[in-house]
């Protein structure tokens, strides 16, 4: 199975910071890469795909990038409403597995 | 809309057997690749199994396989998750998600249900 890894666990960050996520794969994966975000009490949303492809409707200030096993996600300006756990998931080879994910706090 | 619902979430005894439900609306199961993810209380998601559109190939979580069993019923258009010999890691919100590919081979999960609980536990 294809192992994901996320750095760091848990950030702690300011509204207006820019925060960067960074997920590494255990073997390559070209660019099935996806990262959702998950607030308490409620399912994932998905945020990117395809590595650095944008939801539609998802706002501008995400942004992902990577290809290979690095990846990363980048919030260019954190909003109150940013604050949540993002998580990665390969989609190269079943198991689609996911990362542990990150928890981004106050 | 593409909407998807789970149910049958409950309370079950170690080693006993359960059926989670996911009725999708607004795409047909044959078109489309579906999956089970789940969240133990305070954890991780952690992707459980998939059925492919089409001919219905199945996959799963080395943590799961030979107890789970995934399927689909067309007519109804609902996801089922079997649950066999349960176990209290088991113990999870059980989410159901929907595949969308693009054309250049990407995959992605979208949209989610809002999940369904089950707790093994004596």
């Known amino acids: 199975d294809i192992q994901l890894t996320q750095s760091p666990s848990f950030l702690s960050a300011s509204v207006g910071d820019r925060v960067t996520i960074t997920c590494r794969a255990s073997?390559?994966?070209?660019?099935?890469l996806a990262w959702y975000q998950q607030k308490p009490g409620k399912a994932p949303n998905l945020l990117i795909y395809?590595?650095?492809t944008l939801l539609s409707g998802v706002p501008s200030r995400f942004s992902g990038s990577g290809s290979g096993t690095e990846f990363t996600l980048t919030i260019s300006s954190l909003q109150p409403e940013d604050f949540a756990t993002y998580y990665c998931?390969?989609?190269?080879?079943?198991?689609?597995?996911f990362g542990p994910g990150t928890k981004v706090d106050i | 809309e593409v909407q998807l619902l789970e149910s049958g979430g409950t309370l079950v005894q170690p080693g006993g057997s359960l059926r989670l439900s996911c009725a999708a609306s607004?795409?047909?199961?044959?078109?489309?690749?579906l999956t089970w993810v789940r969240q133990a209380p305070g954890k991780g998601l952690e992707w459980v199994s998939a059925?492919?559109?089409?001919?219905?190939?199945?996959f799963y979580a080395g943590s799961v396989k030979g107890r789970f069993t995934i399927s689909r019923d067309t007519s109804k258009n609902t996801l089922y998750l079997q649950m066999n010999s349960l176990r209290a890691e088991d113990t999870a919100v059980y989410y159901c998600a929907k595949y969308h590919y693009d054309s250049d081979g990407s995959r992605r999960l979208d949209p989610w249900g809002q999940g369904t609980l089950v707790t093994v536990s004596s």
């Open positions: 073997q390559v994966i070209t660019s099935y």
């Open positions: 395809a590595a650095s």
């Open positions: 059925i492919s559109a089409g001919s219905g190939t199945t």
């Open positions: 998931q390969q989609l190269h080879t079943y198991p689609d597995t």
């Open positions: 607004g795409f047909t199961l044959t078109t489309h690749a």
